[in-house]
């Protein structure tokens, strides 16, 4: 097909699940190393990362990606082998394929193109490559950026490869991403026989008019690019399984999906004093696992809208919509950083797939934007 399909097929037949990146980025550091790339391995814990630069002179524009996946789930579900990589009715189907090793191979490819075309451009280009952006992500980017912090590295823009389309590619650009905050909240009342109430204390009881509160709470109103904080329970839990007792602890899980108009310690302190106003004794332990990052309208977001337009004849919206993502360790050093690759319809699912007609336009999208950027 082309150059970024055989690359991509590659990578798909590598069975890399999270952490392991077999040889994937072996296969990438074969096409950067002779292209002058100084590409360096860097193992954290059980995880390989690859940080690879080209130039040394600014503006530095950096590719960020994975190459582990998600297990594939029950094989005999899969239409074919998902490590195999194979074209069905104009799709690349594999494990991977979506997420994201169509786009690895796409940002690989583009800056091949690019400095074959403009060897004497004026700047540096850069890739932060991991195999733990699946998994607890603790030895992967996050490691990466505390090194390159270390070094004085601060790029100046980074594009993440992750899926950001919804429906077709180019028609979406991830311009920042929601933070996430974790509370397991336990609740301390007295156990005893349920005939005889007032010898007890419910916790269920004594908590459900703070959870109500809770829920109802407005956070806050968002902002132009953000919709409002949401506050979600996942996980509550009480009782022996003994229809006759009391329990003596609630334990409620619950999760703050926040934007730039809170802050970590606002929601906190929020949460503590609507807990405090019932008066029951609690635990409240927290859990901070994404930090969340906007880059507004500027430079980067247009000269990448400016290559989708030119390649698809789209005006790709920018969004904050979903999940955490390794953007979030990239925009502590890079003051603007987005996410941009295929249709996410697949994602994680079984046969896992995108559409051949989309690759070479996604790779030509990445080489343009490069284009804007540096010439």
Not at 22 to 33: A, E, G, Y
């Given at each position: 097909?082309?150059?970024?399909?055989?690359?991509?097929?590659?990578?798909?037949?590598?069975?890399?699940?999270?952490?392991?990146?077999?040889?994937?980025?072996?296969?990438?550091?074969?096409?950067?190393?002779?292209?002058?790339?100084?590409?360096?391995?860097?193992?954290?814990?059980?995880?390989?990362?690859?940080?690879?630069?080209?130039?040394?002179?600014?503006?530095?524009?950096?590719?960020?990606?994975?190459?582990?996946?998600?297990?594939?789930?029950?094989?005999?579900?899969?239409?074919?082998?998902?490590?195999?990589?194979?074209?069905?009715?104009?799709?690349?189907?594999?494990?991977?394929a979506a997420d994201m090793k169509t786009s690895v191979a796409a940002?690989?490819?583009?800056?091949?193109?690019?400095?074959?075309?403009?060897?004497?451009?004026?700047?540096?280009?850069?890739?932060?490559?991991?195999?733990?952006?699946?998994?607890?992500?603790?030895?992967?980017?996050d490691a990466v950026v505390k090194i390159l912090e270390q070094r004085?590295?601060?790029?100046?823009?980074?594009?993440?490869?992750?899926?950001?389309?919804?429906?077709?590619?180019?028609?979406?650009?991830?311009?920042?991403?929601?933070?996430?905050?974790?509370?397991?909240?336990?609740?301390?009342?007295?156990?005893?026989?349920?005939?005889?109430?007032?010898?007890?204390?419910?916790?269920?009881?004594?908590?459900?008019?703070?959870?109500?509160?809770?829920?109802?709470?407005?956070?806050?109103?968002?902002?132009?690019?953000?919709?409002?904080?949401?506050?979600?329970?996942?996980?509550?839990?009480?009782?022996?399984?003994?229809?006759?007792?009391?329990?003596?602890?609630?334990?409620?899980?619950?999760?703050?999906?926040?934007?730039?108009?809170?802050?970590?310690?606002?929601?906190?302190?929020?949460?503590?004093?609507?807990?405090?106003?019932?008066?029951?004794?609690?635990?409240?332990?927290?859990?901070?696992?994404?930090?969340?990052?906007?880059?507004?309208?500027?430079?980067?977001?247009?000269?990448?809208?400016?290559?989708?337009?030119?390649?698809?004849?789209?005006?790709?919206?920018?969004?904050?919509?979903?999940?955490?993502?390794?953007?979030?360790?990239?925009?502590?050093?890079?003051?603007?950083?987005?996410?941009?690759?295929?249709?996410?319809?697949?994602?994680?699912q079984i046969d896992e797939n995108v559409l051949v007609a989309d690759?070479?336009?996604?790779?030509?999208?990445?080489?343009?934007?490069?284009?804007?950027?540096?010439?």
């Amino acid at each position: 097909m082309n150059a970024t399909f055989d690359l991509a097929c590659s990578l798909i037949a590598q069975a890399s699940v999270t952490p392991d990146d077999k040889d994937c980025q072996r296969l990438i550091r074969s096409v950067l190393t002779p292209l002058g790339f100084a590409c360096e391995t860097i193992v954290s814990g059980n995880v390989t990362n690859l940080w690879a630069r080209h130039g040394d002179a600014a503006p530095l524009i950096v590719f960020a990606g994975h190459t582990d996946v998600v297990p594939p789930g029950p094989l005999d579900k899969w239409t074919s082998d998902p490590f195999t990589p194979t074209v069905r009715d104009g799709r690349l189907y594999g494990r991977g394929a979506a997420d994201m090793k169509t786009s690895v191979a796409a940002m690989v490819i583009a800056a091949r193109d690019f400095i074959t075309s403009h060897p004497d451009y004026a700047g540096s280009i850069g890739f932060i490559i991991t195999s733990d952006e699946e998994g607890i992500a603790v030895d992967g980017t996050d490691a990466v950026v505390k090194i390159l912090e270390q070094r004085g590295i601060r790029p100046d823009y980074c594009i993440v490869g992750e899926p950001s389309s919804l429906k077709k590619m180019g028609d979406t650009i991830k311009n920042g991403r929601r933070g996430s905050l974790c509370g397991q909240l336990t609740v301390f009342g007295k156990q005893g026989h349920i005939a005889y109430p007032k010898r007890a204390a419910n916790p269920i009881h004594l908590a459900a008019p703070a959870l109500a509160e809770l829920a109802a709470e407005v956070w806050d109103n968002g902002n132009e690019y953000y919709e409002p904080t949401t506050w979600q329970m996942s996980n509550i839990h009480a009782g022996t399984g003994a229809n006759n007792v009391i329990p003596g602890e609630l334990f409620v899980e619950f999760n703050f999906r926040f934007c730039t108009a809170s802050t970590v310690e606002s929601l906190k302190k929020r949460v503590h004093a609507i807990l405090d106003k019932y008066g029951f004794r609690y635990r409240l332990d927290w859990n901070y696992s994404g930090v969340p990052f906007l880059t507004p309208r500027g430079s980067l977001c247009d000269a990448l809208a400016e290559a989708i337009t030119a390649e698809t004849g789209l005006t790709p919206e920018l969004s904050t919509s979903g999940g955490t993502s390794d953007g979030r360790f990239i925009a502590r050093i890079c003051p603007q950083v987005v996410e941009f690759g295929p249709v996410t319809e697949s994602i994680h699912q079984i046969d896992e797939n995108v559409l051949v007609a989309d690759i070479e336009p996604l790779t030509a999208i990445y080489r343009r934007t490069l284009e804007k950027l540096f010439l």
